[in-house]
């Protein structure tokens, strides 16, 4: 079992900057994808960012150029570098991990609980 905690959250100004990271722990055997998803109130959840186990990141359209995702595979942790944040980027933001035990035939996907980033103009 995975365990991911995501931290980092908070309210701040248009134009601010937040840093958010997610922290796996419990039995990690093999992190392969790892994403960072939103959602707005009344919104369905949307992928904004992810970075394969090789480091090989791609974005969402909305947020390209200003977010940054990034991963330490030796300390088991997911960062989302936002700057520029606009009152669109409101939202609760969750990591997902692609993980596998090593022994299943197939991987497995697990979420944190999110935390909320609230951008006011």
């Known amino acids: 079992q995975l365990q991911l905690v995501e931290s980092g959250g908070g309210s701040v100004q248009s134009g601010e900057s937040l840093t958010l990271s997610c922290v796996a722990s419990g039995k990690i055997f093999s992190i392969n994808a790892w994403a960072w998803y939103r959602q707005a109130p009344g919104s369905q959840r949307e992928l904004i960012a992810e970075v394969t186990r090789e480091g090989i990141s791609t974005y969402a359209a909305s947020v390209k150029e200003r977010f940054t995702i990034s991963r330490d595979n030796a300390k088991n942790t997911l960062t989302l570098q936002m700057k520029n944040l606009k009152p669109d980027d409101t939202a609760v933001y969750y990591c997902?991990?692609?993980?596998?035990?090593?022994?299943?035939?197939?991987?497995?996907?697990?979420w944190g609980q999110g935390t909320q980033v609230t951008v006011s103009s």
């Open positions: 997902r991990a692609d993980h596998w035990d090593g022994m299943a035939s197939s991987s497995s996907d697990y």
